[in-house]
């Protein structure tokens, strides 16, 4: 009898206000937990790290599948990240041309066609510093038709 003086529309928002409450409580602590998760994998890589010379030859957004990462490694990943895809930075380290997965942050300070010490933790760049003291150009790349009009002003100027 209470439900009979409520409309049916009100009751439809309720319960679609109660399902969006109870999916942002969800992921807000599933996102906490994989933001914990990540935060220990960041410790593990630094313990890790070696700081590594070497020669960056390219650098791609590749699918993992396409990026000449060892088999191993591929067939470990789950299905979701052979689809998606990660940078990859073509490097010579020693007499060896290698394939490392770059960490999001610094695959835009890797300079290609430079000599660069990286912080490397396995098949995994975390960071990136000049040889020799030089500096990298550490400016973001504005992107679009607006930032190759800076870009083309800027080279003409000089």
């Given at each position: 009898m209470l439900l009979a003086a409520i409309p049916t529309f009100t009751i439809v928002l309720l319960v679609i206000t109660a399902i969006v409450i109870v999916l942002t409580?969800?992921?807000?602590?599933v996102g906490k937990?994989?933001?914990?998760?990540?935060?220990?994998?960041?410790?593990?890589?630094?313990k890790v790290s070696q700081t590594v010379s070497m020669l960056i030859i390219d650098k791609k957004k590749l699918?993992?599948?396409?990026?000449g990462l060892p088999e191993e490694m591929i067939s470990q990943m789950p299905w979701y990240a052979k689809r998606s895809k990660m940078p990859i930075v073509k490097a010579k380290?020693?007499?060896?041309?290698?394939?490392?997965?770059c960490d999001y942050e610094v695959f835009d300070l890797?300079?290609?066609?430079?000599?660069?010490?990286?912080?490397?933790?396995?098949?995994?760049i975390?960071?990136?510093?000049?040889?020799?003291?030089?500096?990298?150009?550490?400016?973001?790349?504005?992107k679009g038709i607006r930032g190759w009009l800076q870009r083309k002003k800027k080279e003409l100027s000089k």
């Open positions: 409580v969800v992921l807000y602590f937990k994989a933001e914990q998760r990540k935060v220990e994998q960041d410790e593990a890589a630094a699918k993992v599948t396409e990026s380290v020693g007499p060896k041309v290698m394939s490392f997965i890797v300079p290609v066609k430079r000599e660069v010490k990286a912080q490397v933790s396995g098949l995994y975390t960071g990136v510093k000049g040889l020799h003291g030089a500096k990298l150009d550490t400016t973001p790349k504005a």
